[in-house]
């Protein structure tokens, strides 16, 4: 080593063969600026399309956007701009939103939790149920509405009512609801919380896990105390785009709870509910009056853009607030 | 520290209990790990060839060779640390304390409080310096908020971090330095009082200022529990250890005093590796 250091340096020779060019001689490469200005473009044109949908429904949906439109039933006309409102809708959203929530967040973080920290990697099992997640996220829509209408409300909601209330003929579960609206949207986003939830797993080093079960931590306790918390925000991630995806759903809540018409609020799991996304699709398919209705179908819109957007800021301010907690600690 | 000396074996290793041997009985030469014929597989290659020595209490003894000679491997079973890696298949025998480890009725979980283990890269929890003690205590059922205070400062003390921390001990870990965590995975460590310490390389990370406290605290430390360390730092082996095991492509070369190993080895392999002509 010391005779190394001491040793004279080198005289530098040039390298044989090295070309004498000048570095100072910048060419022009048309399929290097062909490739950057595509790729812009394709940018771009995300973001037009972007401004135009959100111009157009801002600048239309304003003229009909009314205090009293977002509070107001729509008992006096649906389709007409001066008496009609979308309060129920608001509501309806919201609860099958929130609820789906509910539902999905456990069953698919504890399913996350099964595939990262338990399942062997390259079992046979573990290959089947992610083939099935990946599916899950790829079937239709519509079809998770008939799903629902087939499983829940026809057979489980008819079980439970053959079994809770025999004696009784008018269904009480076995009919679409809110209840069954929500699980069905549930199913739907199971792919997006599990996803989320493995990938925020998976990015916590095994050094923790192994820190945590070298004190004599059980696996429980390490995924528990270690694992989970760290993994909180990339959880709520999941949730947010689980409530984009869901609130703008129409299909799967057709057939499984949402009402064309309710004078009531919905008050319990098992009653129906007016949606917003639903709605859009009554006001622009069922109005006697298409050019009158049009305002309301816009304004209708714009309220649930604003829903969703406002959802999701609920959701996002959780997560920086449990963010900035995990950051302070105490 | 508050306590003069580690715990005898107080905890049996076998859940159904067993009548554990009193180790007070026991001849005091008894070797604390004795590992007989102990082979190691991941899947069809074999890490570690027939490995047999003992290992004595209270001393540091020092794992060297080079990269992939299953030094850490064979660390790793002494906490059966190997049982989370699949398709792991292990021969032979490693007693501690007279009880095997690796038979069917003994509890990982249980082995692990009496075997403490420091990484090679240090991995404090992402919590406070005092929550990161104050975890592994409730672990072992120690709640009180008294006794966790008091054991949080005798550890912090004992890893010699105590003085850098001890206005701060609410302040994230994450926040403190390379040496400084590490020194606090050391006092996480030795807060569940194990018997043995097993350290992978726990200084490979760090700058020679952070090796020097982290060498000065394991010489500490020996006084009350028995270090195993693996490095790759020939020098630290020489400085800090008492026993030398050098090993090989799996197999165990040469195990002596560290006095021995690097100034008049037997084999010719250990001293071509401690000379530094290899490796």
């Known amino acids: 080593m010391s005779a190394v250091a001491t040793a004279p340096a080198p005289p530098s020779l040039p390298r044989p063969g090295a070309p004498k060019t000048s570095f100072h001689k910048k060419q022009f490469r048309f399929s290097s600026f062909f490739f950057t200005g595509l790729t812009g473009l394709a940018t771009l044109l995300i973001l037009a399309f972007l401004v135009i949908i959100f111009g157009n429904i801002l600048m239309l949906g304003w003229q009909g956007f009314s205090w009293r439109f977002i509070t107001a039933g729509t008992e006096a006309d649906m389709f007409d701009v001066n008496k009609a409102g ?245 | 520290m508050t306590e003069a000396t580690a715990p005898k074996l107080t905890v049996p290793l076998a859940k159904p209990t067993p009548p554990a041997p009193a180790v007070g009985d026991q001849p005091k030469a008894e070797p604390l790990i004795v590992t007989q014929n102990l082979s190691l597989f991941y899947g069809p290659s074999q890490a570690l060839k027939n490995v047999t020595f003992d290992i004595p209490e209270r001393l540091v003894t020092a794992f060297i060779g080079p990269s992939g000679c299953g030094k850490s491997t064979l660390l790793r079973c002494y906490n059966r640390m190997n049982d989370l890696i699949d398709g792991v298949r292990i021969d032979g025998t490693v007693k501690i304390g007279g009880q095997e480890i690796n038979a069917k009725d003994v509890d990982a979980i249980e082995l692990r409080k009496r075997v403490g283990m420091v990484f090679q890269r240090s991995n404090p929890f992402p919590k406070s310096i005092y929550e990161n003690i104050a975890y592994a205590l409730r672990l072992h059922g120690i709640k009180s908020r008294s006794e966790v205070d008091s054991i949080v400062e005798s550890s912090l003390r004992g890893a010699a971090l105590w003085d850098e921390v001890k206005d701060r001990l609410h302040a994230s870990a994450l926040g403190f330095s390379g040496g400084q965590q590490q020194r606090l995975c050391i006092a996480r460590a030795i807060a569940i009082r194990p018997e043995i310490i097993l350290m992978d390389e726990p200084a490979s990370a760090l700058d020679p200022i952070a090796t020097s406290k982290i060498e000065d605290l394991i010489l500490d430390l020996k006084k009350q529990f028995t270090i195993v360390i693996v490095t790759h730092n020939m020098q630290q082996a020489a400085r800090i250890s008492d026993y030398t095991a050098f090993f090989y492509l799996g197999e165990l070369i040469e195990y002596d005093t560290t006095s021995k190993i690097f100034t008049n080895p037997t084999k010719k392999q250990t001293e071509d590796y401690v000379t530094g002509r290899f490796g």
């Open chain 1, 86 to 330: 979308v309060f129920p809708m608001i509501v309806g959203t919201t609860a099958r939103v929130i609820l789906m929530t509910i539902f999905v967040i456990p069953v698919g973080v504890i399913t996350a939790i099964y595939l990262t920290e338990y399942a062997h990697a390259t079992s046979r099992f573990t290959r089947i149920i992610r083939s099935a997640v990946n599916n899950l996220a790829g079937v239709p829509s519509i079809v998770f509405g008939l799903f629902g209408l087939g499983f829940f409300i026809s057979f489980v909601g008819a079980n439970l009512d053959a079994a809770l209330r025999p004696s009784n003929a008018e269904p009480l579960w076995g009919k679409p609801a809110l209840i069954w609206a929500s699980l069905t949207l549930a199913v739907m986003t199971l792919p997006v919380v599990i996803v989320a939830t493995e990938e925020s797993l998976k990015a916590i080093p095994l050094g923790l896990r192994e820190g945590s079960l070298a004190l004599g931590a059980t696996k429980l306790q390490t995924i528990i105390q270690i694992v989970l918390p760290q993994a909180l925000p990339g959880i709520l991630t999941g949730g947010i785009l689980a409530v984009s995806r869901a609130a703008g759903e129409v299909a799967p809540i057709l057939f499984t709870g949402a009402a064309y018409y309710m004078a009531t609020l919905p008050h319990a799991l098992t009653d129906q509910f007016m949606d917003l996304g639903y709605h859009v699709f009554i006001l622009s398919t069922q109005s006697p009056n298409v050019e009158r209705t049009r305002p309301i179908l816009y304004a209708t819109v714009l309220v649930l853009l604003l829903l969703t957007l406002a959802l999701n800021i609920v959701a996002i301010l959780i997560r920086a607030r449990m963010r900035r907690k995990m950051r302070m600690l105490h």
